[in-house]
C-alpha cells in the first residue's frame, strides 16, 4: 500500500476540488492519504476550543478505533463545505463494479503546528494528538527543533519542515537521529519544490535542505508526501521515488518512504489512539490464535503425544521417565520423514540419554 500523508486543506478549499484532488490520488496508487491543516499563530488556551474542522470522508483506518478491513460497503455522506453535503458511496458487492475514478482513498485527518516558541505549544500537543488522526510539528528555529527532536512531552508522529526556505541552522546527525529513535519521522514534501519553479532560490534552498537531511539521517526515519495543494500537484509513485534518487536518497528506502515508512507512522498513531496508553491492545481471540491452535493440535497428533496449542503453553509430558519436556511452539516444527518412516523423537539432553542407557542394561541383565 502506497501512502500520502500530506495533502493540504483549508476551510475554504472547494469541495469539487477536494474530491478531484482524492479521485486522482487513487488513480496514481495512493491507497491511503491525509488531508492537512497547518495550524498557524496562537493556540487555543482551552482543549475544548481544539476542533477539528476536516470533514469525515470515508471510514477509518483498520488501525483506528473503528476501522474494519473486511468492510464490504462504504457509504459515507460528507459535508465537504459549510451548506454542500455530498454523497460519497462505493459497493463492492455491486454486479456492475465501479470505475477506478469512482472510488476513493483512506482519508485521514491531520494537523500539523508550526511551532516557533516550544514554551506555549508543548503542553497543548496531546489535545491536538486526541482531536485528529496525525500530529505534526513544524520548527521555525534551531530551538523549536532541537525541542522537536529531544524534549517534546509525547514524540510527534512527523516532523515536516519547510525545506523551500532558508532554515538558518545545521541538522546534526545526533539531534536527528535521536528524533528517529524516539519515533518521530522526517517528511520531505515534493510539492515545495513543484510549487517553487518559478523561482529558482526556492528550489535551490529546498534541494540543499534535502541533501543535508539525508546527510544527517543517513536516509533512516524519512516520509516523502505531496504536500499538494490541487490535482496538478500530485505525482506518480514511480517518479517520485526517481525524483529523490536525483537528490540522494536511494531506491529502495524511498520506495519505502512511500510504504512501508509511511503506514508505520499510521499504525503506530492508531495504536495510541485505540489501546490502553498506547501499550496495552485488545485484539480478537479467534482471529488473533485460531489459526494456530489448529497447528498446535494437529502437530501434536502427528507426534503421537498430547499437544498443546502453541503459544507458549507446557508442553507434553515425556511417557519414559514422567517428567515434563518442552513444549512445541509455533508451525514448521514437524519432524521430517523420510521414505514413509515415522517421525523421529525429539533431541534428548545427556542426563536422559545417559539413564535410558542405563534402564535398557538393567533390562538385559534381568532377563539374562
Not at 476513493?104 to 497543548?124: E, I, K, Q
Not at 520548527?139 to 527543533?145: C, D, G, R, S, V
Request: glycine content about 10%; some cysteine.
Amino acid at each position: 500500500m502506497l501512502y500520502d500523508l500530506n495533502i493540504t486543506w483549508a476551510p475554504s478549499t472547494p469541495a469539487a476540488e477536494l474530491e478531484r484532488t482524492l479521485r486522482f490520488a487513487k488513480n496514481l496508487g495512493y491507497d491511503v492519504v491525509a488531508l492537512n491543516h497547518t495550524v498557524n499563530g496562537s493556540i487555543p488556551t482551552q482543549p475544548s476550543a481544539i476542533i477539528n474542522p476536516i470533514p469525515l470522508l470515508t471510514p477509518p483506518h483498520p488501525s483506528f478505533p473503528g476501522g474494519s478491513s473486511t468492510t464490504t460497503t462504504n457509504t459515507t455522506t460528507a459535508t465537504l463545505k459549510s451548506g454542500t453535503t455530498t454523497n460519497l458511496s462505493t459497493t463492492a458487492s455491486s454486479a456492475a463494479p465501479p470505475a477506478p475514478a469512482a472510488s476513493l482513498p483512506t482519508v485521514l485527518r491531520r494537523a500539523t503546528v508550526v511551532v516557533t516558541d516550544p514554551a506555549t505549544t508543548n503542553y497543548r500537543l496531546p489535545d491536538f494528538a486526541r482531536a485528529y488522526d496525525l500530529l505534526a510539528v513544524r520548527p521555525t528555529n534551531e530551538k523549536a527543533f532541537s525541542w522537536a527532536c529531544l524534549s517534546t512531552t509525547e514524540p510527534p508522529a512527523l516532523i515536516s519542515l519547510d525545506l523551500s526556505a532558508f532554515l538558518g541552522w545545521h541538522i546534526h546527525h545526533r539531534t536527528a537521529m535521536a528524533a528517529v529513535a524516539r519515533g518521530s519521522r522526517f517528511e520531505i514534501c515534493y510539492g515545495q519544490a513543484l510549487g517553487g519553479a518559478a523561482d529558482p532560490r526556492l528550489r535551490a534552498n529546498f534541494i540543499g535542505n534535502v541533501i543535508g537531511l539525508l546527510r544527517a539521517t543517513k536516509g533512516r526515519g524519512i516520509v516523502v508526501s505531496s504536500g499538494a495543494k490541487a490535482a496538478l500537484g500530485l505525482r506518480a509513485p514511480a517518479d517520485v521515488v526517481n525524483l529523490l534518487a536525483v537528490w540522494g536518497l536511494g531506491t529502495e528506502k524511498g520506495a519505502e518512504a512511500l510504504g512501508a515508512g509511511a503506514r508505520a507512522v499510521v499504525v503506530n498513531e492508531g495504536i495510541k489512539r485505540r489501546g490502553f496508553r498506547g501499550v496495552v491492545d485488545i485484539v480478537e481471540p479467534a482471529a488473533a490464535a485460531g489459526g494456530d491452535d489448529a497447528a498446535g493440535r494437529k502437530e501434536g497428533g502427528a507426534n503421537g503425544s498430547e499437544g498443546e496449542t502453541a503459544g507458549g503453553v507446557k508442553g507434553k509430558k515425556n511417557k519414559q521417565n514422567g517428567k515434563p519436556s518442552q513444549g512445541q511452539q509455533g508451525e514448521g516444527q514437524a519432524q521430517k520423514r523420510k521414505n514413509g518412516e515415522s517421525a523421529a523423537q525429539p533431541n534428548l539432553s545427556k542426563r536422559q540419554a545417559k539413564k535410558q542407557k542405563q534402564e535398557a542394561i538393567d533390562v538385559l541383565k534381568a532377563t539374562a
